[in-house]
């Protein structure tokens, strides 16, 4: 189907079908392929000009592709006024394919901006008319509205978008069967991979001995199902939930249950990555330790055994890291200090785990492991950082106002409210302090 490819926008259509029936992954080739041919013609053929759908379409799979498009494509939906025109209300469906495009902006890009916002509007407008348009087609604005494509899970998406495509009157019968086949094959293999990680988790004691702590491995599993989905990646997927499992452990250690004392000892085994160091700590926290030491020491000797690099060094040093910014909001909290913006940000970028979790996923991603490659990780290079930061932000968000509702130490939203209201009290002084020197004058 796809060599047969003629028509650009029908191209497009069938590799978006693909992607959201979660079949693409077996024809990366031919999609390549695909996109090379129509983004080498763009600038050549019109025919996308007036067609909503299409310009917003190809500029999707264009930018998720890592192709360079520019947003002005969208400038001939304008008006003279530089207004959206207002007969796009009408194409529900080019507004939603200019609504997903819109999520691929990048910063300044003032039209993409404008399209959401204009996309937007008029697609919850006509949700509220919704008995003037095709039920199929307001199930699928309902959809986007909730949750971009791009935000969304693949694999959940899929799971939807099978149901959506079987009801379609131009749907293709060997493409379904293909999606619902692949879709239970993946599953079976996603379910060998929990067998696994189940059977790990019940060996190390931690949900059964650490009453206090989350009990959550199919969440912290669905989120590396999230991340890689695709059968050949099951070794990483098994490796980043155990990961996952233990960051969730340890954190409720230091949040929950251990007093200050304890996790100072704590910390200073992890730092020592020593199994002597356990002997100092409760009982509790030897089995936690053990856990993380042999668990972490494995995945070193697996990588050791295939790439002939130690990488333990590097991967210790970045749960030492963790467990000292636990041990500082744990020592914020137990003096009820409230840091400033600046110093919560600094230790929370660490405490949030992301640097922990991508460089366990740089080593169990890569096929060659060099050492300037590790050493590049273990410095937090910015795009360790800022996705770091982007994930605090995100996760304090969510869950700021239950987590001071447990007493915990302040986050990123109260930090930053702190700071405005010390700020503003500073001006107001320093207003009240010209007031009167104005006085005396």
Request: proline share 2%.
């Amino acid at each position: 189907m796809l060599d047969k490819v003629v028509d650009p926008l029908k191209g497009l259509e069938l590799i978006d079908d693909l992607q959201r029936l979660g079949v693409f992954y077996h024809f990366e080739g031919e999609i390549k392929r695909v996109l090379e041919s129509i983004h080498n013609n763009k600038y050549s053929c019109k025919w996308n000009k007036e067609d909503l759908h299409a310009t917003a379409l190809e500029f999707r799979l264009l930018r998720q592709h890592g192709y360079r498009i520019p947003e002005e494509v969208f400038n001939h939906f304008k008006d003279n006024t530089g207004n959206f025109k207002a007969c796009l209300c009408e194409d529900i469906k080019g507004l939603v394919d200019l609504y997903e495009a819109s999520y691929f902006s990048v910063e300044g890009e003032s039209i993409l901006e404008e399209a959401k916002d204009f996309a937007t509007k008029n697609l919850k407008h006509t949700l509220e008319n919704e008995k003037d348009i095709d039920q199929d087609l307001a199930i699928l604005v309902s959809h986007a509205l909730e949750v971009p494509l791009h935000w969304r899970v693949p694999r959940l998406e899929a799971r939807w978008f099978i149901d959506v495509y079987e009801r379609r009157w131009d749907m293709n019968h060997t493409l379904l069967q293909l999606a619902k086949l692949d879709f239970n094959m993946v599953q079976a293999t996603h379910q060998e991979d929990l067998k696994h990680t189940s059977r790990w988790w019940r060996s190390t004691g931690l949900g059964e001995k650490l009453s206090f702590a989350r009990d959550r491995l199919m969440e912290n599993f669905l989120w590396t199902v999230g991340v890689d989905f695709m059968p050949q990646f099951g070794y990483r997927r098994r490796m980043a939930t155990i990961v996952n499992a233990l960051i969730t452990t340890i954190d409720n250690v230091y949040d929950v249950y251990g007093t200050l004392d304890e996790l100072i000892l704590f910390t200073s085994a992890v730092e020592r990555w020593d199994i002597t160091a356990m002997e100092q700590l409760p009982g509790y926290m030897k089995i936690c330790f053990l856990s993380l030491f042999n668990s972490i020491n494995e995945m070193g000797y697996d990588v050791l055994k295939e790439q002939g690099v130690n990488i333990i060094p590097y991967i210790q040093k970045m749960w030492a890291d963790l467990c000292k910014c636990y041990l500082v909001e744990a020592k914020w909290y137990y003096s009820g200090y409230t840091p400033t913006f600046q110093e919560y940000m600094e230790n929370a970028w660490i405490s949030i785990s992301a640097p922990v979790i991508l460089t366990h996923a740089y080593f169990l991603c890569t096929n060659l492991i060099t050492k300037e490659g590790a050493e590049c990780v273990e410095r937090n290079p910015n795009i360790i950082r800022w996705s770091a930061t982007i994930l605090r932000l995100a996760d304090d968000l969510g869950t700021s106002q239950d987590e001071m509702k447990r007493g915990e130490v302040p986050k990123s939203i109260q930090c930053y409210i702190n700071w405005c209201n010390r700020e503003r009290c500073a001006r107001t002084h320093q207003i009240l302090d010209w007031r009167d020197v104005e006085e005396d004058k």
